[in-house]
């Protein structure tokens, strides 16, 4: 079996060959963690907004969009606490002269212990065949228990140092546990700092005495402080959301795993404002609506996990991860976090303005509670990715790349190919096009064999493909071919308008969370 690794890699490199992801500046030799989507990607990533985006404000009453600038008043993170917390521990190796974040250098010391456990694991399991009793194994032999232990204890006086966060700790930690730097390979280390997250830039001219603005880290605080523009013109009752979509920066001192963890990247956020005291229950709420939203995609229900905080920011009363097994394990695609009234509040200590809420029910005027989910569109674009490739070896012999994109959201919808290049099929074939193209993404290709163009579609995950021949200039019918049994059947072109849009339409998906 390919290691996982391997099969990202594979997976990366489809990504490229197909038009998905780009490196950035690619022909100046890349931009670290930068990327560019492609002309497949970009549809992609289009139709995993839209359906997020739908979902939050079509299918709730209560919830409305907003789009705000990238560019906000750098009080506002003063306020947010990003200023002052927004932070990662940053250790250098003085000979390589690179730089590393501590807390990943100790995680992938962690990391190194567990493959020594499931290498000895692995080989029992060979050993003892059926009998094998692996709950045992790692209870009772030695050398595993050892491995256990040690990681135990690396792992408590990491959670120790970062709780803490003492940086003296933690680059103690590296010197003992013999961290070296994967690039010099010696510990020649200097102290652990703490680095900012966000970017600077300038506004104004230097001349009129320029301004030092952030680029935003989330995109959280713009809905923030549109609250009461939003209350007020929307006349809006608790409980209600803002929902929004848009870039934002972090300069990541690792970024690895393509677009896992990008410098520049999309959210999909919605703060759900309630009164006070009822927050918990909306938290819940949110945390099923929100994964009943990844489940309906079908990618496989086993293949998403809650995880739980058990530390919390100061602010925040209760916090879950949305995790989605990647092909480098379980990781985090999406946030639930109840925020309590923090940000509000700062945004009234920090502008001077009333942020308050009079609930007419109670008679009570309040700072409302906020319960945020917060998605990735990159991570959720990679998840999806990922799931979705497959390298099939098929009963002729042949093999196919295929990416099995559900319907709605699959870049291309449809390709309409004419059988041979010659006798009216091209015009036929670009007429059924033409009519189709209204509702749905729809290609034409005359160049290849028909395997071959029916390869290229499987590659991009394109999950119908129509051929003209012949016989549909005699009787309207064509051959419609799914993606992922290959079947083929013969369709009037009448029918086949309805069934590709009862197919591939984003209602057939956003009826599912009904
Ligand atoms: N407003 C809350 C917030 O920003 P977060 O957990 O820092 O919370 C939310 O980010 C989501 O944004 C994450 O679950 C992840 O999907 C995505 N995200 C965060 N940092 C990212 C990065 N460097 N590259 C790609 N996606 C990132």
Request: glycine share 6%; aromatic share 10%.
């Amino acid at each position: 079996m390919a290691k996982q690794e391997d099969v990202f890699k594979t997976i990366v490199a489809h990504a490229k060959e197909y038009g998905f992801v780009f490196q950035s500046s690619e022909i100046y030799d890349g931009l670290s963690a930068v990327y560019d989507y492609g002309q497949n990607g970009v549809e992609l990533k289009n139709n995993i907004k839209r359906y997020w985006w739908e979902a939050m404000t079509m299918l709730h009453d209560n919830i409305v969009g907003i789009d705000s600038a990238i560019f906000m008043h750098p009080t506002i993170w003063k306020a947010s606490g990003h200023v002052d917390a927004f932070n990662d521990p940053l250790i250098d190796n003085k000979d390589s002269k690179k730089r590393y974040r501590a807390d990943v250098l100790i995680e992938d010391e962690i990391a190194k212990f567990d493959e020594k456990i499931n290498k000895e694991v692995a080989k029992a399991a060979k050993r003892f065949g059926e009998s094998f009793d692996e709950e045992m194994f790692r209870k009772t032999n030695p050398r595993v228990m050892e491995h256990i232990a040690k990681r135990d204890e690396l792992h408590r006086r990491y959670s120790e140092a970062m709780n803490a966060n003492d940086l003296a700790a933690l680059k103690q930690v590296i010197l003992d546990y013999e961290i070296v730097d994967p690039i010099s390979g010696t510990r020649n280390w200097t102290d652990v700092r703490q680095f900012n997250l966000m970017f600077k830039t300038e506004m104004g001219s230097t001349a009129d005495g320029a301004m030092e603005v952030y680029l935003r880290p989330e995109t959280a605080q713009g809905i923030f402080v549109n609250y009461l523009n939003v209350q007020k013109t929307g006349r809006m009752r608790i409980p209600f959301g803002i929902a929004q979509i848009g870039k934002a920066f972090r300069n990541e001192i690792v970024a690895r795993q393509f677009i896992f963890r990008m410098r520049e990247f999309e959210q999909m956020e919605m703060q759900f404002f309630v009164r006070p005291g009822e927050e918990l229950k909306w938290f819940d709420s949110w945390r099923q609506t929100r994964m009943r939203w990844h489940k309906a995609l079908g990618l496989g229900d086993e293949k998403y996990r809650f995880h739980d905080h058990e530390k919390l920011a100061h602010y925040a009363n209760a916090a879950t991860d949305i995790e989605f097994q990647m092909p480098f394990g379980f990781k985090e695609v999406e946030g639930i976090h109840s925020r309590t009234n923090f940000d509000l509040s700062q945004h009234e200590k920090f502008s001077g303005k009333k942020i308050q809420y009079f609930d007419q029910e109670i008679g009570e005027s309040y700072v409302p509670y906020v319960i945020e989910t917060s998605i990735g569109v990159d991570r959720m674009f990679l998840s999806v990715l990922c799931s979705c490739y497959e390298a099939q070896n098929l009963e002729n012999g042949e093999s196919r790349v295929v990416l099995h994109f559900p319907a709605p959201i699959a870049p291309v919808k449809c390709a309409v190919l004419p059988l041979v290049k010659k006798d009216g099929l091209p015009e036929k074939a670009r007429e059924i096009q033409h009519r189709l193209r209204f509702d749905m993404t729809c290609q034409y290709d005359e160049k290849d064999s028909i395997g071959k163009r029916y390869r290229r579609q499987d590659a991009i995950g394109t999950p119908y493909c129509v051929t003209v021949d012949h016989q549909t200039l005699e009787d309207n019918t064509v051959t419609l071919r799914e993606r992922d049994s290959m079947e083929q059947r013969r369709v009037s072109i009448d029918e086949l308008e309805k069934i590709l849009i009862e197919n591939v339409s984003l209602n057939s998906l956003l009826k599912k969370l009904l």
